[in-house]
């Protein structure tokens, strides 16, 4: 290692890594530190439950990874990751044993919703179809990191976004239309009636049309892995079972950039209270499932889709996020589901699957959610619970505890709800600067906030290499 690095990163999920990478490209010195034994952040990929079972404990559906600009400029397939679609990227059964789907199609999707919304959807996306890889470069790069490569279709994107979901809900007519949307919505863990809410729906439908919801072959992992060792083979070091409390446990560096929770980083740095503004938002309950089978949904689209919403109406799905951000377990959770082994079969011995649910509750809550998750799995797929082999539950103290950026259980590191939503952790056009030239963060804190993208990594970067650039002259 070389006496002074060009830059330390401290935390080595999809952020810190996708820094550190983007920094080594540039031809800068860098080296990685990681407090657990293994890399990966929210992408994981381990034995949660039983031998042969490969869960994900966080993440495992990436519809922002497939298309994120930072992903799709490193050569990530030479080292191991390969994305598999499943047959339908998501679907939302109905009590009525119907269900509506979120396709790769744009016409399938809205025949799903019933004839008298099928227009009103069509309208809504098809501004932006075909628009994708440069809409999402402009979005997801706010504060403006670079210049838009499309202005005027960001601008239109913003106008239709910015107004909260509840506004946009009035235009469909039934409630396959309002449900299926507001459960896009709900993927932030906020609720439906705030701003820009609208954009987050829109955004998830686009990827689905645009570039789908895939998973990786093998688990999350392969995205951390693959990081790690294109990271590697541009020079970088990564180490592991390195816990940072202070400045000071680390080498001497340049710049240092921190995939952290602000809190943390405030902490290490000795910034006192300069991010006491930063709120944190509900957390997950999230059980992972070893089946003897797969789930037993009622309606046939479940049985296709990588991802299931549960939640048959938007007012239930708006009165479990209400719940949930306001301190109250909701008693009817919203469910966001997983089925990896559908599409990826070698997750699970033969003719076994893995599967996971998770469920909003307070954040720091401390109660069980299984029984209500289950009970509302079984309402779309009677006689589930006789499938389960085993099942591995994790509520906010367990997530905050395999890591650390999940204050409370709030996987996606703040409240994504109201300004806070696009300008995090404060508000600032520098939001990845701190009271230090030499300290950044990048993590999901940061804009353009939770997911399996890398942006935040990506944009903080431009920020380091240009005040390293500015200090070498």
Known sequence: ???MLDAVVVGAGPNGLTAAVE???????????????????????????????HHDPCSAVHPLGIGSPAFKAMPLERYGLEWLHPRLPM?????????????RSVAET???????DAGTYRRLVTPFLGRWDTLVRDFMSLPLTALPRDPVTLARFGLSGLPPSAWLMRRFRDEQARALFAGLVGHVIAPLGGFATTAVGLVFALAAHEAGWPLPRGGSQS?????????????GAVHTDYEVKRLDDLPPARAYVFDTSPTALAR???FGGYYDHFRYGAAAFKIDYALDGPVPWTAEAPRHAGTVQVGPTSGEIGAALRQASSGTAPRTPFLITAQPSLVDPGRAPEGKHVFWAYGHVPNGWEGDLTDAIERQIERFAPGFRDRVLARATAGPPELAARNANYVGGDIACGAARGLQLLLRPRLSLFPYNTPHPAVFLCSSATP????????????????????????AR
């Open 1 to 3: 290692m070389p006496s």
């Open 23 to 53: 920094l080594a490209r540039r031809g800068f010195s860098v080296a990685v530190f990681e407090a657990r034994s293994t890399v990966g952040g929210g992408a994981r990929t381990e034995e949660l439950t039983l031998p042969g079972f």
């Open 91 to 103: 679907a939302h059964p109905f009590d009525d044993g119907t269900a509506a789907v979120l396709s």
């Open 110 to 116: 809205a025949a799903s919703l019933g004839p008298r």
């Open 223 to 235: 995205i951390s892995d693959a990081l790690t060792a294109y990271l590697k083979d541009l020079g």
């Open 268 to 270: 290490i740095a000795g």
């Open 448 to 471: 353009p906030g939770p997911g399996v993208h890398g942006m935040s990594g990506h944009n903080a970067a431009k920020a380091v290499w240009r005040r390293l650039r500015v200090a």
